[in-house]
């Protein structure tokens, strides 16, 4: 990554008066949290709609609760890594308006972000399918899947499975900031699952900039981004911030 680049990145940074973030698994990977799609990827062991898909939860709930503890085990242990740091500290220098994260690991919250839309739920909170209340997270028992409610209800994660609508106010949020943002950038996610993956879209179809933080290309690459820094948010982002500050002195 070229110091070239990252002045760029300050640069757009800089100009603009509204700058938003979607991020994705890639920036939870420093963490130790596996990322959905590639080698080490979780769909690589489980197959998507056998585990992820709302109808499959409900045929075989306790199979799907085994993956899930799985994940909460990663999760559980996970500390905000420097790209994490880095957003909340844009956030704080007032560079940054709003992260939306399609993330369900709280790590952005963690690190200090405030303004935070939890676009795919989040795993600390659960809830049951029947009746909607929430509940504690004593509720579940890994000797005896699934967890279910005083009601009988099934006790489901409240995050988003496929199958399942986008929480309608983190939608209605996201969309709006993605059509008045004038800058975003799209961290650490493959931008193939939609509606997430349209935001960037619609942001620039509205006249955002689009700068894409990824060791690898996606389908955004090349069509709607403007700048593509490649390599890892740890490493990029606070680089960013260091010389933002640098500039401030
Ligand atoms: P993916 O696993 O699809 O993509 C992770 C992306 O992060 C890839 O493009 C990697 O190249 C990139 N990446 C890996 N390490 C990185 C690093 N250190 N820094 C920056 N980028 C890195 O994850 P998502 O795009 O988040 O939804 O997946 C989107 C949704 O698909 C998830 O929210 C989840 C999943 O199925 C549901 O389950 C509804």
Known sequence: MSEADIERLCDFLADSKCTIALT??????????????????????????????????????AKVWG????????????????????????????????????????????????EVVEFHGNSKRLRCLECGEMQPPESVDPENLPPRCACGGLIKPDVIFFGEAIPWAANVKAFEYAQRCDLI????????????????????RAGARIVE????????????????????AGEILPRAVRMLMDRRH
């Open 213 to 232: 933080v990824n060791p690898e290309e996606t389908p955004l690459t090349g069509r709607v981004t403007d700048l593509m820094l490649r390599g890892s």
């Open 67 to 114: 993956m899930l503890l799985e994940m909460d085990r990663h999760v559980v242990n996970a500390r905000p890594n420097p790209g994490h740091v880095a957003l909340a500290q844009l956030e704080a220098m007032g560079l940054l308006r709003l992260v939306v994260t399609q993330n369900i690991d709280n790590l952005h919250q963690t690190a200090g972000s405030r």
């Open 24 to 61: 994705g698994a890639g920036i939870s990977a420093e963490s130790g949290i596996p990322t959905f799609r590639g080698v080490q990827g979780l769909w690589e062991k489980y197959d998507v709609m056998e585990f992820a898909h709302i109808d499959a939860f409900r045929r075989n709930p």
């Open 185 to 204: 950038l799209v961290v650490g996610t493959s931008a193939v699952v939609a509606p997430a993956s349209e935001i960037p879209v619609v942001a620039k």
